[in-house]
């Protein structure tokens, strides 16, 4: 390996040949399938997907890597996009829309909430991700994990904790355990939340003062009144109520200033 990692971008490489298998059988990729890799690397999905891809489009934003991938892989298979995945216009690829990719844990958050702007698209998606940023996205309410990441990401997704990653999975070694999730976008007519902004302050706020009652945290958006309307409990804190108390909350306050 003559690359560098370049902490600047978050880089550690993935060698486990074992878990590299393992992942590749949760996504199985299909000949025909319109995939796009997040931050290829060396490579360790990358060769395995092309194997068994007629195409696969890649997001790199290291000139040196993007180097190696116009050297190191047939050209009529792989679509080499230069730039930084979180402006990346997802939307010029096509739909339906695979995604996979061992995501820079510096960035991993934003990168989430860019995908879910492009969720219609989006058929499922695969991640290597820090294991604390997976737990969060699944954790049930009334949980330690379960906070605003939990809710923004549980109202568009079903999602699948798959495999736990050690740290010896990588050169370098992170200093973290890594996991693999699985994120399918829910359809359409599940989303129920009739405006989007609104629950997303509604759940800021909520979390951002997270040891402070509903009372206390959302009273510059409901009063005791509209807590009683609504059937919860004000006494409450924000990390137990689960995705449909915020959808009513926030549907309850849009239906209200409706004109």
């Known amino acids: 390996m003559n690359h560098k990692a370049k902490k600047h971008f978050g880089q550690n490489f993935l060698v486990d040949q074992n878990i590299i298998a393992d992942i590749v059988r949760c996504i199985r990729p299909e000949a025909n399938d319109n995939m796009v890799e997040i931050g290829p690397g060396l490579g360790a999905l990358t060769r395995p997907l092309l194997k068994q891809l007629n195409k696969l489009h890649v997001v790199e934003i290291d000139r040196d890597i993007i180097a190696r991938l116009k050297t190191d892989y047939p050209q009529d298979?792989?679509?080499?996009?230069?730039?930084?995945?979180?402006?990346?216009?997802?939307?010029?690829l096509g739909t339906p829309l695979r995604i996979v990719g061992n995501l820079p844990y510096?960035?991993?958050?934003?990168?989430?909430?860019?995908?879910?702007?492009?969720?219609?698209?989006?058929?499922?998606?695969?991640?290597?991700?820090?294991?604390?940023?997976?737990?969060?996205?699944?954790?049930?309410?009334?949980?330690?994990?379960?906070?605003?990441?939990?809710?923004?990401?549980?109202?568009?997704?079903?999602?699948?904790?798959?495999?736990?990653?050690?740290?010896?999975?990588?050169?370098?070694?992170?200093?973290?355990d890594s996991a693999i999730v699985r994120m399918i976008p829910m359809p359409a007519d599940k989303i129920i939340v009739k405006n989007e902004l609104l629950f997303a302050q509604i759940v800021g706020t909520a979390f951002g003062q997270r040891r402070k009652t509903l009372r206390n945290t959302l009273k510059s958006f409901i009063s005791e009144t509209?807590?009683?309307?609504?059937?919860?409990?004000?006494?409450?804190?924000?990390?137990?109520?689960?995705?449909?108390?915020?959808?009513?909350?926030?549907?309850?306050?849009?239906?209200?200033?409706?004109?």
């Open 106 to 176: 510096n960035i991993s958050s934003p990168l989430l909430f860019h995908f879910a702007d492009h969720a219609a698209r989006i058929t499922d998606m695969h991640f290597m991700l820090q294991n604390e940023v997976v737990e969060r996205m699944v954790a049930d309410p009334s949980t330690p994990a379960y906070g605003r990441l939990s809710v923004m990401l549980q109202y568009r997704f079903y999602m699948e904790k798959l495999l736990d990653v050690p740290p010896e999975s990588f050169r370098p070694a992170p200093k973290v």
């Open 77 to 92: 298979k792989i679509v080499i996009h230069e730039g930084d995945a979180l402006q990346f216009d997802f939307a010029t």
């Open 226 to 259: 509209d807590f009683a309307q609504l059937d919860i409990d004000s006494q409450l804190r924000a990390e137990n109520l689960g995705v449909p108390e915020f959808t009513r909350i926030t549907n309850y306050l849009s239906g209200r200033s409706a004109p």
